[in-house]
């Protein structure tokens, strides 16, 4: 499918631009250990790897061994059955879970907690560089928290700046994981925000707005600046007393999604009514962001066409708790109860569960909370383990490049202290993570 071409192509981008800033690195004297002679004169870095057990992105091995060298993984498997090259620098990490680097598919690298500034004075009254600066910090934490793929679903408000970050990172400028971005987002006239100003004043909005037939207009514009995805708002809180409700029509999502499929964009929708999740869902969306309010017939109808689940309980977790809840303490709000329901509905129909969760909403770098509260709301621990490597990898096109421990795939690799299916919580306790081959954590 076309869909899955080009955003190859985009990737196949992005990695010889990291072989750059690889071959930066060894300038910089890094590969002088465990260094080798490669093809062409260069020289390829190469490690053994040596964990307690290895989640190669499918089930947990007891006892095995990796090598890396260069980029990419060489060899995985049982140690006794794994060879290094000569001069490998080994790595042992006792203990410790070996695992894919993990993919958040749901960020926002261009916000900040919400109880540190509301998402309305963000959009409104912070200033682009100002943004871009925090940007560059949160990516640096989101790395070194060992998530080493984001889909950063919209810059609400803060331009293009998506597409600089992710030039940035990959050109070696500044560290950060692998971005695939979305631009502006799109949403329907009168339906987002910033409110509360004069009717009179036409004030920025966190997303662009677009209606009818202009809306292929604005798919092109955005996929040509640079978006790997067209991120939409399928509903919002535009009903007359602020309610819900699905914005737009089913002919309007049928046009944002044949658009930007024909020239090899993925469409996610952002949507939490049974409504708009089904106008989506129909017109050939490939995720679902939130779904807060999905039943079991919308997640059936998800399940038939394929379509994915970004969960983002650690939004709503969140932002409860800045209302006041105090988890453990208060009776959970209904926001949260609603939020554990239709998850549950949503695995019980067997709908695929990408792993994502609105982090930016709360603090980058604790994207890990989503593993845990989807364990939390029951989902078997080595499912959200998949969720977050291989599955995310391959709702995103990836997965020939990331999402598994296995060879010839980029060596994107964390280490944790302890047995993440045991207790997710380990997550937290980072002893290394690499990117491509190169150790951004130890
Ligand atoms: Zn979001």
């Given at each position: ?102 993919i958040e598919a749901h ?44 889909r950063?679903l ?112 993925p469409?996610a ?17 490939e995720t679902i962001e939130h779904g ?10 998800m399940?038939?066409?394929g379509v994915a689940l970004c969960p983002t ?33 949503a695995?019980?129909?067997?709908v695929t569960i990408a792993s994502g969760s ?12 989503e593993?845990?509260?989807m ?9 959200v383990?998949k969720s977050a490597t291989s599955v995310d990898a391959r709702v995103l096109h ?5 999402g ?39």
């Amino acid at each position: 499918m076309s869909s899955r071409t080009v955003v190859t192509v985009v990737s196949a981008i992005a990695c010889a631009l990291v072989v750059h800033s690889n071959v930066a690195g060894w300038s910089q004297g890094r590969g002088g250990r465990g260094a080798e002679a490669g093809q062409g004169g260069q020289t390829a870095t190469a490690y053994l790897l040596k964990p307690a057990r290895v989640f190669d992105g499918e089930a947990m091995r007891e006892g095995w061994a990796v090598v890396v060298r260069g980029q990419r993984i060489q060899a995985a498997g049982p140690a006794a059955s794994v060879t290094a090259p000569a001069g490998a620098e080994t790595i042992d990490l006792p203990g410790a879970t070996l695992m894919p680097g993990l993919i958040e598919a749901h960020s926002h690298v261009l916000l900040h907690p919400y109880n540190e500034t509301p998402w309305n004075d963000q959009v409104a009254h912070e200033l682009l560089g100002v943004r871009i600066a925090r940007a560059t910090n949160h990516l640096r934490a989101t790395l070194e928290a060992g998530f080493t793929t984001i889909r950063d679903l919209g810059t609400e408000g803060a331009g293009y700046a998506d597409v600089g970050l992710k030039q940035a990172v990959n050109q070696g400028i500044i560290p950060g994981p692998r971005m695939l971005v979305t631009t502006l987002a799109i949403v329907a006239t009168g339906t987002y925000a910033p409110k509360g100003y004069p009717a009179e004043w036409n004030v920025p909005q966190g997303a662009e707005e677009a209606n009818g037939n202009d809306l292929i207009r604005v798919v092109r514009d955005q996929a040509g600046k640079g978006a790997d995805w067209i991120k939409v708002y399928g509903d919002y809180r535009a009903g007359p007393n602020g309610q819900t409700m699905a914005t737009f029509s089913q002919e309007e999502m049928n046009l944002i999604v044949s658009t930007a499929k024909s020239i090899g964009r993925p469409v996610a929708v952002h949507s939490s009514t049974p409504e708009g999740m089904r106008r989506a869902i129909l017109a050939g969306a490939e995720t679902i962001e939130h779904g807060d309010g999905g039943t079991p017939e919308v997640f059936q109808l998800m399940k038939e066409k394929g379509v994915a689940l970004c969960p983002t309980l650690a939004a709503g977790h969140a932002t409860s708790q800045y209302s006041g809840w105090r988890p453990g303490t208060d009776p959970e709000p209904q926001g949260v109860q609603r939020k554990r329901q239709s998850f549950k509905a949503a695995l019980d129909a067997g709908v695929t569960i990408a792993s994502g969760s609105d982090v930016g909403v709360f603090t980058h770098g604790e994207e890990s909370r989503e593993l845990e509260l989807m364990v939390a709301y029951g989902m078997a621990p080595i499912e959200v383990l998949k969720s977050a490597t291989s599955v995310d990898a391959r709702v995103l096109h990836m997965e020939n490049q990331i999402g598994k421990v296995t060879q010839g795939l980029q060596a994107d690799l964390l280490a944790v202290d302890g047995d993440p299916t045991k207790d997710m919580s380990v997550l937290k306790k980072v002893k290394l993570v690499m990117k491509a081959g190169t150790v951004v954590k130890r």
